[in-house]
């Protein structure tokens, strides 16, 4: 699944909070306020657009306690990141995974030697 920048720092923000409280409830602020002391200020309404697009993918879930929203993560970041290399293969190597790690191992030299 495929997942922009911002939508990215988002999840990373939910990983983050989930790595000191797996149980907590996170609120479109509370993702507002983690991004901001990373140094990144965002608007509350462009967090709450992205973290609706993130919701219609299925990564995360919406639900209501009282009057409020929270969100919960769908997955976590390894089962992102496998995801994303399967997406990545697919698309790139015909879903050849030899091929991929090829390429990986061929460019990451050419990477070191510059």
């Given at each position: 699944?495929a997942?922009?920048?911002?939508?990215?720092?988002?999840?990373?923000a939910?990983?983050?909070?989930?790595?000191?409280?797996?149980?907590?409830?996170?609120?479109?602020?509370?993702?507002v306020?983690?991004?901001?002391?990373?140094?990144?200020?965002?608007?509350?309404?462009?967090?709450?657009?992205?973290?609706?697009?993130l919701?219609?993918?299925?990564?995360?879930v919406?639900?209501?306690?009282?009057?409020?929203?929270?969100?919960?993560?769908t997955?976590?970041?390894?089962?992102?990141?496998?995801?994303m290399?399967?997406?990545?293969?697919?698309n790139f190597?015909?879903?050849?995974?030899?091929?991929?790690?090829?390429?990986?191992e061929?460019?990451?030299?050419?990477?070191?030697v510059?």
């Amino acid at each position: 699944m495929a997942c922009g920048f911002l939508e990215m720092e988002i999840l990373n923000a939910f990983w983050n909070m989930n790595s000191v409280d797996e149980d907590r409830d996170i609120s479109i602020q509370d993702v507002v306020d983690e991004l901001s002391s990373n140094g990144v200020e965002r608007a509350y309404t462009t967090i709450k657009t992205v973290m609706d697009r993130l919701v219609a993918k299925s990564i995360l879930v919406r639900y209501k306690t009282g009057k409020k929203f929270f969100y919960k993560v769908t997955m976590d970041k390894r089962e992102m990141a496998l995801d994303m290399m399967k997406e990545f293969t697919n698309n790139f190597f015909d879903g050849d995974v030899s091929k991929m790690v090829r390429f990986v191992e061929k460019e990451t030299v050419e990477l070191l030697v510059k």
